[in-house]
């Protein structure tokens, strides 16, 4: 079945469960063949940093790092804010599988194509 | 052939049980396997997680896989073609 979903990521460390949270959605999505997108802003961009999630483990859930891997090779892509992530000197060098960073217009072009979207 | 686990009424090529594992941590792991099914092969699927009950027919509906025995925890999915 075709279709979009966007799952919104505003959080990293300062809510963890948050974070976690929003990959397995976003794990759900793309494993019920979905085009998946997590657009991460705000505190939320700095999940995108190699190594970043590597000690991030939510009781009763997997891994941070795994979800996201999971995801990336799932097909899962992952649109981080370009002004969220300058400001805050992270390496666009290091960035994980999947992740690319965009401005707010490839968003608004993903949603405004027809794509609901949970935010967390 | 699988065919000997609660809830069998049709033979399965493959089984898996996912014990806990819910939300989108389960069906990515089913969908990994399905995937790695023959079109038309049968997978007998253990899920105790309170969410599979309305989470795996949501996902055949999605996905287009075809959920034949739905007796929770146990579910038999046929593998869509292509």
């Known amino acids: ?120 | 052939m699988v065919g000997d686990s609660p809830g069998a009424g049709t033979a399965a090529e493959a089984a898996y049980d996912a014990g806990d594992l819910g939300c989108g941590e389960l069906v990515m792991e089913l969908r990994r396997r399905m995937l790695a099914l023959p079109p038309g092969a049968v997978l007998a699927l253990t899920a105790r997680d309170p969410g599979a009950v309305l989470d795996i027919p949501a996902w055949c509906h999605l996905t287009g896989h075809a959920l034949i025995t739905d007796r929770h925890p146990f579910y038999r999915i046929r593998r869509k073609e292509g």
Do not use: H, W
């Open chain 1, 1 to 120: 079945m075709a279709g979009r979903f966007c799952v919104s990521l505003t959080c990293a460390k300062d809510n963890s469960d948050k974070a976690t949270v929003a990959f397995v959605i976003a794990n759900a999505a793309v494993a019920s063949e979905k085009e998946t997108v997590v657009f991460l802003s705000t505190e939320g961009v700095r999940v995108a940093q190699k190594g970043y999630a590597d000690d991030i483990r939510e009781e009763g859930f997997a891994p941070l790092k795994d979800l996201m891997a999971n995801y990336a090779a799932a097909g899962g892509k992952i649109l981080v804010c370009s002004p969220c992530f300058k400001k805050r000197g992270l390496d666009e060098a290091r960035l994980v599988d999947g992740a690319v960073i965009v401005g707010g217009a490839k968003l608004v072009e993903f949603l405004s194509q027809g794509a609901p979207c949970v935010t967390y």
